[in-house]
């Protein structure tokens, strides 16, 4: 069975309380919370106070998605507001090896986020050191984007190089995830599907979420 992990990006943000309590209720694994600057994406969304409240409003797990520059900076912020999973990106990280000691050292699982347009092939070198890969299936820093096919070759490749190595690393799949193409995304190897518009848009969300987990 997938891990589904709604991404509040696309939640009310008015009524944050009452959309937690959803997610709480449903069979919803994990909260995605989409940190952005601004800088490493031309958007901002939200960050620390944010998540310490939601961090207050569910037991799930609370996956951070850093989409901001020298997020070796805010690692220990981050997870005094409560993630309990911790993902940088790539592009955005000289010393990659460094950040992902870091985040591991602070007690949260790591991740690495990886653009459309970069290699799986780049992570040959660090993908012992991660807990996760999610890979973008969208430009990040919007909700509510068209799913890149050409993802469903990046997770097939990294399947293989994770059991090629014998890792337990999950791959996450992030932007444009829908029940049409959810099932193709599980079958190429993802372990982890990110679902803001399909899940917060739908007439049911509940029902939405126990549908994705049902694939
Ligand atoms: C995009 C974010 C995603 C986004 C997904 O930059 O990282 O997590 O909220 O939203 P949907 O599922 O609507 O594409
Ligand atoms: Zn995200």
Redo the contacts with the bound molecule.
């Keep these: 069975m997938p891990i589904i992990a709604p991404?509040l990006?696309?939640a009310d943000f008015l009524n944050l309380q009452k959309d937690c309590a959803m997610l709480n209720e449903s069979q919803a694994d994990w909260f995605?919370l989409?940190v952005?600057d601004g800088r490493f994406?031309p958007n901002i969304s939200f960050g620390l106070p944010v998540i310490e409240h939601i961090r207050k409003a569910t037991t799930k797990i609370c996956d951070v998605?850093l989409?901001i520059e020298e997020p070796g900076l805010y690692a220990e912020a981050f997870k005094k507001a409560g993630a309990d999973v911790l993902t940088v990106h790539i592009e955005a990280c000289t010393h990659l090896h460094r950040n992902l000691q870091q985040i591991k050292s602070l007690g949260m699982r790591a991740g690495i986020a990886v653009n459309p347009h970069t290699p799986v092939h780049l992570l040959s070198d660090i993908l012992q050191e991660a807990d996760l890969v999610c890979l973008?299936s969208?430009n990040?820093?919007?909700?509510?984007?068209q799913f890149i096919p050409h993802t469903i070759d990046k997770i097939k490749t990294l399947k293989k190089m994770i059991q090629d190595k014998n890792l337990a690393t999950l791959i996450e799949i992030?932007?444009?995830?829908t029940l049409d193409n959810a099932p193709a995304i599980l079958k190429a190897g993802a372990d982890v599907l990110?679902?803001?518009?399909?899940v917060f848009k739908s007439a049911d969300p509940i029902a939405t979420i126990a549908a994705l987990k049902a694939l």
């Design positions: 991404s990006l696309s995605h989409d952005m994406v998605h989409m973008m969208v990040p820093g919007f909700g509510g984007q992030d932007g444009g995830v990110v679902a803001g518009n399909t």
